[in-house]
């Protein structure tokens, strides 16, 4: 026994010795910062951006919204038990789906337009088909494996969909057959968004561990992970290149963090700012970052530079969730004051 016990200290030691390693591997490598390489950019004016509509119809808070892949409609999820799919130019309902649990945390639009996906407190993903012959919408699938709730869910296609969940696994599904395919085992709290890459073959997920991790989709193995934050991780959204990806957590501070420099890029903080971050997501150029807060703005980031250079003021409680729009014409947010106000 005594023998056993030595060599597990002995390996402790080694692997932190290789974690040290590595480290100081890494900062030998980092032979400059994003600031300093974006000196000679020039600054952004200032951005000034106006709400174009707002959607009303939520009776709730609003706690998810997601943009289809034609720049036109989007899907929102709300705690008074319904979705809403939204034509954002004419401010029209195209459906209201009545949902079996109203504590519905994530909604997600289908890259073809065909379905939509909502989950939450039931620890269940249900699917819905908008192409139905009958009127109503129903439910087409209701996928169960998670012993947690689902905090976020995204369409890789028509028949294949990803989800995190609060059980601390992100999971990759079969939507025809309804079952499992793969289990994202590594985080060690709940996981609480997930974002698809543009190649499709990679995901990242930010989770209560104040990690970020990458996985490769391909393999079912995490491929890189990211530290940093310094409390739980709440929005991660792939740059629009898919080599970096944004974060936003209750620490009051986003993040970019880069794959191929396997390292944190930049901090978006603010001194005036010290409540949580819910939501994230960047421009169609990667230049700005939406970020969704806590004390009801929605702040936007110069990415290169680090600074701020807009504040969006309009709810009248916490922005809970936002979206670009794929042409990046256009920015939704949605609130706990039951909008959902699309800016331009």
């Avoid at 890459?197 to 990211?226: E, L, M, Y």
């Avoid at 530290?227 to 957590?249: C, K, L, R, W, Y």
Wanted: aromatic fraction near 8%.
């Amino acid at each position: 026994m005594g023998d056993t016990s030595e060599r597990i200290i002995a390996a402790k030691r080694e692997a932190e010795q290789l974690k040290e390693r590595i480290k100081s591997t890494r900062e030998k490598l980092a032979d400059t910062t994003l600031k300093r390489a974006a000196e000679k950019v020039p600054s952004l004016p200032k951005v000034s951006m106006k709400v174009r509509r707002t959607l009303k119809g939520h009776l709730a808070k609003i706690y998810a919204m997601h943009w289809a892949e034609d720049e036109r409609h989007l899907v929102s999820a709300s705690q008074d038990g319904k979705l809403i799919v939204w034509d954002a130019f004419s401010t029209n309902k195209i459906h209201a789906i009545p949902l079996r649990s109203s504590w519905v945390m994530t909604c997600a639009y289908a890259p073809s337009g065909n379905y939509v996906a909502c989950g939450g407190l039931d620890n269940l993903c249900s699917i819905y088909n908008l192409r139905t012959k009958e009127g109503a919408v129903k439910v087409a699938r209701e996928l169960s494996a998670h012993t947690g709730y689902l905090s976020c869910c995204r369409f890789i296609s028509d028949r294949q969909i990803l989800t995190a969940s609060g059980d601390m696994s992100c999971m990759l599904w079969d939507i025809d057959a309804g079952v499992k395919i793969m289990e994202f085992n590594d985080h060690t709290g709940d996981v609480m968004s997930l974002s698809l890459s543009p190649n499709k073959n990679i995901f990242v997920s930010g989770a209560c561990d104040a990690t970020a991790k990458v996985w490769d989709i391909r393999s079912g193995r995490c491929v890189q992970t990211f530290t940093g934050h310094e409390s739980d991780i709440n929005a991660v959204q792939f740059f629009p290149s898919g080599n970096a990806f944004g974060t936003g957590s209750d620490d009051a501070s986003c993040r970019l963090f880069d794959l191929r420099a396997d390292c944190e890029l930049s901090q978006y903080t603010h001194d005036n700012i010290l409540c949580g971050i819910t939501s994230v997501g960047f421009s169609h150029s990667g230049r700005l970052l939406f970020a969704g807060y806590d004390d009801f703005n929605c702040n936007v980031w110069d990415v290169l530079k680090g600074t701020r250079v807009a504040t969006l003021s309009s709810h009248d409680n916490r922005v809970s969730c936002l979206g670009v729009s794929s042409d990046g014409m256009a920015l939704a947010t949605g609130s706990w004051d039951s909008l959902l106000k699309i800016w331009g």
